[in-house]
């Protein structure tokens, strides 16, 4: 059997850029989400490789990108400032426009608005 269809640890098919198939990539690169779940995050580093695979629901093959275990620096700590910002910028995404509510859920934004303000709109 021959390798696997996203094999590249080179780059010379993809870009440029180390590829590997799922589950396949050395345990020094980690997706940014794995970094997260050990504290650190990438720090302003490139992208050191990808992992691409293939997915019923998107029409072409999925990528996540990789970063050197070793570059990655630990997670900065939440300051009082970033916890308000934080807390203001998921307030308007519960802020409904047209009845200035806060709704307690976060608006779907396809309808832009509020499930009784968008039911009203439907209903007129």
Not at 4 to 15: K, V
Not at 53 to 77: I, Q
Request: charged share 25%.
């Amino acid at each position: 059997m021959g390798r696997p269809r996203f094999w590249d640890p080179a780059g010379e098919r993809h870009g440029g850029t180390a590829t590997y198939p799922w589950h396949m990539a050395p345990d020094d690169l980690l997706t940014r989400r794995q970094l997260r779940a050990r504290g650190l995050r990438p720090g302003g580093q490139e992208v050191a490789a990808q992992i691409c695979w293939h997915s019923r629901r998107a029409t072409g093959p999925r990528v996540a990108y990789l970063y050197r275990l070793d570059l990655a620096k630990p997670v900065r700590p939440m300051t009082v400032g970033r916890w308000r910002a934080l807390a203001a910028a998921n307030r308007a995404r519960r802020t409904c426009p047209q009845c200035t509510r806060d709704v307690g859920y976060v608006l779907p934004r396809h309808l832009g608005t509020c499930l009784p303000c968008a039911g009203a709109a439907l209903a007129a």
